[in-house]
């Protein structure tokens, strides 16, 4: 027969720095992968004008101690020649065969998003975003436990 036993004496300073919430390294890492994914779409939208590429832009717009939120974006604002908010949409969902037709054209492809259901290219972003997470919660592991002399 198997025992098991657990030692729940310093859980209550796991569940505070959990309740504590996120640090500056998190937010950190967090911002790591935005950039990353950022410099992937970046990578994967043709250049005939510029004009895309020249109005895509990334944002944190939430960073709280239990939250964090950012956006990458395409079709703002661009000094280039073709409306980009039109030329944006175009592309992504465009079906053009100069450029590969669907779904070859989606520069967020290698972010994990095709809105054709097709193949995606590299990591997802989603999947890129578990480090960062899970480094946050595994961190646990350090926390000083006064009872066992650690602390």
Known sequence: ???????TSCADL???RLGDGFEQRDFINFA???AMGYVRAQADVHIETGSLRASMDMDVTTSTSDRWE???SAGGTSSGEKNPVRYAASEFFGTYPKHGGAPNHSYFRRLGWNPFGGAVIGVPIEDDMLGPVTSFFSRGRNTPHPEA???
């Open 1 to 7: 027969m198997a025992k098991y036993e657990w030692d």
């Open 14 to 16: 796991e569940l505070r």
């Open 32 to 34: 790591r992968v935005l």
């Open 70 to 72: 950012g956006h990458i």
């Open 149 to 151: 002399g650690q602390g």
